[in-house]
């Protein structure tokens, strides 16, 4: 089993975004289609209630969630974790952050969604998410294959 890791969270801003597209290219196989480019990112980070969650591990970055609230709703848009620190509770804390983040900010629920087969599924459901519904082949890998999207949500 592997050994739980001390994780740190802070709030990410702009000058984290090389950060977050190499975790980003690290985290997401490129067989799914799942990685959203640095501008895309960018974008959505300069909207109003959208925030970055960045966790380290000492001085290396580990992982990042990217998140946003319209009204008293909010949805978790992007976690990823770098490979080597899955299953050590990195993921894990950034899910609680983004958990008490959408609390603290008047969200009722939190909404996310993942493709089918990511085990990621897992961290959700242990939290307490549940699915509400599914977009078939909704994300397109680079050679034109297709694969199911669940939607999943949690009352806060």
């Known amino acids: ?39 895309q990112v960018l974008g959505l980070l300069s909207m109003p209630g959208v925030w970055l969650t960045i966790a380290t591990i000492g001085a290396d970055p580990a992982g990042f969630a990217l998140s946003r609230r319209v009204l008293d709703e909010a949805e978790l848009l992007l976690l990823a974790t770098v490979p080597t620190f899955r299953r050590r509770g990195v993921g894990a804390a950034i899910l609680r952050s983004v958990i008490a983040d959408s609390t603290s900010q008047g969200a009722r629920t939190l909404h996310l969604e993942v493709r089918s087969g990511n085990d990621a599924i897992k961290l959700y ?32």
């Open 1 to 39: 089993m592997s050994t739980m890791l001390r994780v740190d969270l802070r709030g990410g801003v702009v000058a984290d975004l090389p950060a977050v597209d190499t975790i980003m290219q690290a985290a997401f196989d490129p067989r799914f289609g799942e990685a959203w480019t640095r501008n």
């Open 125 to 156: 459901r242990s939290a307490g998410f549940m699915k509400v519904g599914e977009r078939h082949q909704y994300y397109r890998g680079p050679a034109g294959q297709a694969f199911d999207a669940l939607t999943y949500r949690r009352d806060l």
